[in-house]
């Protein structure tokens, strides 16, 4: 059974970081993808980042290039979130989210919450301005 537990959120001013965590088991993850999604309150859970866990492959949400990276630690089953010069539409839950990936498929596919089987609860971020 795969689980996902996040954590790392709280309250931050503009301009601040945060590192999310997402500790993940029960399945070996080499072909796998990770990503993490947020959703504020009214709007659809929208995607933010992911990452391949065997090729390190990278795909980001245009809103949060350049300020946001993920990273992956394979000995603690762990993907990180750097979230840096933070906004306040940053402000939402984040989730992370894991699919297998198959071969011959595009990566269009890591954008779409619909394609990811398995989620964590969620951590709320705050961005005061």
């Known amino acids: 059974q795969v689980q996902l537990v996040d954590s790392g959120g709280g309250l931050v001013q503009a301009g601040g970081s945060l590192r999310l965590s997402c500790a993940a088991s029960?399945?070996?993850?080499?072909?796998?993808?990770m990503g993490w999604f947020r959703q504020a309150p009214g709007n659809e859970r929208g995607f933010v980042v992911a990452?391949?866990?065997?090729?390190?492959?990278?795909y980001y949400g245009d809103s949060v290039k350049g300020r946001f990276t993920i990273s992956r630690d394979n000995a603690k089953n762990t993907i990180y979130l750097q979230m840096n010069s933070l906004k306040p539409e940053d402000t939402a839950v984040y989730y992370c989210?894991?699919?297998?990936?198959?071969?011959?498929?595009?990566?269009?596919?890591?954008?779409?919450?619909?394609?990811?089987?398995?989620w964590g609860q969620g951590t709320q971020v705050t961005v005061s301005s």
């Open positions: 989210a894991t699919r297998l990936v198959f071969a011959g498929e595009t990566s269009n596919k890591n954008y779409d919450s619909s394609r990811y089987d398995y």
């Open positions: 029960g399945r070996t993850f080499s072909r796998y993808v």
């Open positions: 990452i391949m866990w065997s090729s390190l492959s990278t």
